[in-house]
């Protein structure tokens, strides 16, 4: 039997600085923000469909993918790229490009990254990350968030309201710069600032 999946118009909304696409992701961050560092823009892979094959090279059919994040353990330092993707996803044919082209993107960056698809059924919120959902997401943040976005899409001509918005979360109890926050989830690094 195959599952159909209707596409339904995601809510996009902003939290602690950053863009996520769905409250699927949102959730996901809920659920981490405290274990893990991450980061939501600037991971991308260029790859060649007809090889599947990542790419450095940028030619007229190259294809692009952005994962949803990049997460590192504050305790362990293990790191995921991570695919969020609903329940009952049966797509095996698209997942299997994206982790294709992912792990010898990791391999010849020597990232010790770690793919992984993350469905949505598996992200589970304590009683306190979901009264912060709740909040987030109640009628009134979410037409707020909905009309942010509207006004910055008229606002910039619908070049891409994702910009507008950080890589890095602003989380106030981090002392780490943005800088280093972005070295030590991509790297596990932590330089000492200037």
Not at 33 to 57: K, M, N
Not at 82 to 98: M, V
Not at 101 to 117: G, L, M, R
Request: charged share 30%.
């Amino acid at each position: 039997m195959e599952t159909t999946f209707y596409k339904k118009k995601s809510v996009k909304i902003n939290y602690n600085g950053c863009f996520f696409h769905s409250l699927s992701e949102l959730k996901y961050a809920l659920v981490i923000e405290g274990e893990f560092a991450f980061l939501r823009e600037g991971i991308e892979i260029y790859y060649d469909p007809h090889l599947q094959e990542s790419t450095l090279y940028i030619r007229e059919h190259t294809r692009k993918y952005r994962p949803d994040f990049l997460i590192r353990n504050w305790s362990d330092s293990k790191a995921y790229l991570i695919e969020i993707k609903p329940s009952g996803f049966d797509n095996y044919e698209q997942l299997a490009i994206r982790q294709k082209v992912s792990e010898p993107f990791i391999k010849t960056y020597n990232y010790d990254w770690e793919y992984k698809v993350v469905y949505t059924d598996e992200i589970i919120l304590s009683e306190k990350q979901q009264l912060k959902f709740d909040a987030l997401r109640n009628k009134k943040s979410a037409c707020t968030a909905k009309l942010r976005m509207q006004a910055l899409d008229e606002k910039y001509n619908r070049q891409g309201h994702q910009q507008y918005f950080h890589s890095v979360p602003n989380f106030k109890n981090c002392k780490l710069s943005n800088e280093q926050y972005r070295l030590f989830v991509r790297r596990g690094v932590v330089r000492p600032g200037k």
